[in-house]
């Protein structure tokens, strides 16, 4: 009885602090669930549903039953990870968060006009997507705590796969195997001697006062995600960066001025500092990149030509060439073989292809070369001549235990995490105090027994 009565006066005071605050900022208020200690707001629940809308994301059901019990679930989580001491920096919070202001002024076109959707001041959409953020990263962290010990045998994956009813195997895409010779033609000195002579000129304008930072970095930049923000990064860390982009970026102190010029893979950039904010900074940049010559492509296409005619009439086999005539170290001493490197292994479905192998793949026939095609490589961001072969082809199918052995495990993997997942969230719903508001309880919930009877 003591601890019953304890459990109430912890909601009535919850409720009567809601109350205060009410009426002490004269907005309308309303707690709908209450877990252990913790209240749920109708404005938290609305603000979730306008958020997963804005992401895409489709709400399975009732959003006003489904929102607030995957929040209360998030609860349990959070208290959990107290109990644990379960943390996430803040540098990481901040970074997720910048990144999804970003997009949303990316998309939106300014940050009025992210102001006007969400109805609220910036700083305001800032510290709930923080809150937002943080809470899903804790989660995901419990989450991974839980189930970190999750592992499956041979035996238990064949036993799994004999009781899977045939029509529930997944139906693997096609994949494709697929070799590459590749040779990158050199940027010539003058071409780069060309661009760091523009960003130096650049440079002399803004530190003169003569041109805006901004103003030149739409005009200029070759970096196309930040090009139309007038070159702004927003707040990022130190690992996301190219290191040598990093080492003069946050050794930067004047927003006045302008860095020296870094060479980074992706090119030449100048860069301006706009604020630093804890192990965060955000600024501003100009990106060039030096062209490889007409001339030195067509030399490059011509030499392939060649070792394509000199395979197709046996003088060696693509093989035989790749390690002696390929630039790409990746590839070049395993016969030219790409490796994926999401799954480990040398199959690839055309979507993880770089879109121009893809579309030169999907012309070929097992064991064909292509002619040569130039792209960029996205590896390093140049440009690249290269051949093709299509090594091997498998077409979609149901997954089967030989061939896809991991996809079977990943499944089993993946359903005992489900069953740990369930059975915990279940029992720590049992020990924890629920409370569900009138008008908020006629719902075809997920877990059974929220609502407990008197």
Known sequence: MKKIAFIICALCSVITTVVAQVAQNNIIEEVVWVVGDEPIYRSEVETQIQQMKYDGVKIEGDPYCVIPEMIAVQKLYLHQAKLDTIIVPESQVNQEVDMRINYFIDQLGSKEKVEE?????LKEIQEELAEYVRNNNIVQEVQRTLVSDVKTTP???????????????????????????????????????????????????????????????????????????GGELGFVSKGTLAPEFAAVAFNLNDTKKVSKIVETEFGYHIIQLIEKRGDQINCRHILLKPRVSNKDIEAAIHLLDSVRNDISTEKFTFE????????????????????????????????????????????????????????????????????????SRREAHKADLVNDYQVIANMLEAQKRAKILQEWIEKKRRDTFVRIKEGWRNCDFKYEGWIKEN
């Open 117 to 121: 959707y969400f109805r609220k001041p």
């Open 155 to 229: 035996a238990e994956v064949r036993k799994f796969y004999n009781t899977l009813p045939k029509d529930s195997l997944p139906t693997i895409p096609m994949q494709v195997e697929v070799q590459v010779i590749a040779i990158y033609p050199q940027v010539p000195q003058q071409e780069i001697d060309n661009v760091k002579a523009q960003l130096r000129e650049f440079s002399e304008q803004v530190n003169s006062g003569e041109r805006e930072f901004s103003t030149l970095a739409i005009l200029h930049s070759e970096d196309p995600g930040t090009a139309m923000r």
């Open 320 to 391: 035989e060439a790749a390690p002696y005539i390929s630039q790409d170290k990746e590839t070049r001493y395993n016969k030219g073989l790409m490796s994926n490197a999401n799954t480990g292994s040398t199959r690839f479905e055309m979507r993880e292809l770089p879109q121009d192998i893809a579309k030169t793949v999907a012309t070929l026939k097992e064991g064909e070369v292509s002619k040569p095609i130039t792209t960029i490589d996205v590896k390093n961001n140049k440009e690249v001549v290269m051949l093709i072969k299509l090594h």
